[in-house]
């Protein structure tokens, strides 16, 4: 739904709710660019099962579904940087003093990932580009190009058959092994103006083509926060000193979005008391022995209980009461 209110000199877009609705119960999966770890670290926060990011940020949606479809690793693309080990199917965050030591590193991480989406229950994907890089050496798409010189690599755009056949095939295997398995897609609001503003703008578009194709399967919805920041947020007031990357302001403007988007009201509901509690928490007293802030903890130790019906609340009230005199 979209209201034009004149006196703000906006469009505001209102997401229709979900027929997918998330809780404390449903556990996730988000990965992709960095967009996905600023939902996946919401959730978090709101004490909703989630995995986030295990293979750190991944922008193109090849890498991404080739991530998350546990193939072995391709031993030529191990590569040696400046003394350290990298695999350019991953994130420079991942990296070794020897092969071997990153080999296992990968192969547990991977191992993480697959046991978890065979439980999992929604899988949050937000593509970032359909621009790629492909290693001179063998032709094949990477993920992290590791500082390598550009020589060895060529950069191409995707074309949208080759991006669908390649989630038709992850999602043929994992629904094997997770039949209700679902996915949520999100084209990251972030801006690759490195690309060029017109190259960005073919890119995402690719992107916004391949979701729509995509959710015409029951299986597949779609979360629309690249329209939100362009269309409803489209002031650079809302871009952080880069112009690149959404702002604080923005980011909890799509999170409130997302929200009501996948959320019911008594879980919102929960979540705005928890938020008071994080706020709580998070309190910083010049006396912690002082009778005051005493009583205040004692106060927020009786309001932990309300919420052990919902998730786990024994890291917080640990926390409150050492402080506890």
Same mark, same amino acid.
């Given at each position: 739904?979209? *209201? ?8 505001? =877009? ?16 988000? *990965? ?32 991404? =579904? ?23 199917? =991953? ?131 779609? =979360? ?19 112009? *690149? ?79 506890? *005199?």
């Amino acid at each position: 739904m979209v *209201i034009h209110n004149a006196n703000n000199f906006r469009t505001e =877009f209102h997401p229709k709710p979900s027929h997918l609705q998330m809780g404390f119960d449903t556990q996730l999966l988000t *990965i992709g660019s960095c967009f996905s770890e600023n939902i996946g670290a919401k959730l978090q926060s709101g004490k909703i099962p989630v995995l986030v990011n295990p293979l750190g940020t991944v922008y193109n949606p090849i890498s991404i =579904f080739k991530l998350l479809s546990n193939d072995p690793l391709d031993d030529d693309k191990f590569v040696e940087v400046g003394g350290l080990w990298y695999h350019l199917d =991953f994130h420079s965050q991942f990296s070794g003093r020897d092969k071997k030591t990153l080999e296992t590193v990968l192969k547990l991480k991977l191992k993480e990932l697959s046991d978890y989406l065979n439980q999992a229950q929604i899988v949050f994907i937000t593509l970032g580009t359909s621009y790629v890089y492909e290693w001179a050496e063998n032709g094949s798409v990477v993920a992290n190009c590791h500082k390598i010189s550009q020589k060895k690599f060529t950069k191409r755009l995707l074309s949208l058959e080759e991006m669908k056949g390649a989630f038709e095939q992850l999602k043929t295997k994992l629904i094997q092994l997770n039949p209700s398995l679902q996915f949520v897609f999100t084209v990251s609001p972030v801006r690759h103006i490195k690309d060029g503003i017109v190259e960005n703008q073919l890119s995402k578009s690719l992107l916004r083509v391949l979701c729509h194709e995509l959710t015409q399967d029951s299986q597949v919805s779609y =979360f629309p926060a690249y329209e939100m920041m362009m269309d409803d947020l489209r002031d650079y007031r809302f871009y952080k000193t880069d112009m *690149i990357h959404p702002s604080e302001m923005a980011e909890e403007y799509i999170w409130e979005k997302f929200q009501q988007t996948y959320f019911s009201d008594q879980t919102k509901k929960v979540l705005k008391e928890w938020g008071k509690i994080k706020a709580a928490l998070a309190h910083r007293p010049f006396n912690i022995e002082s009778e005051n802030h005493q009583k205040f903890l004692r106060e927020q130790v009786k309001k932990l209980d309300v919420f052990s019906e919902y998730f786990d609340i024994e890291e917080e009230r640990v926390f409150l009461q050492n402080q506890l *005199i």
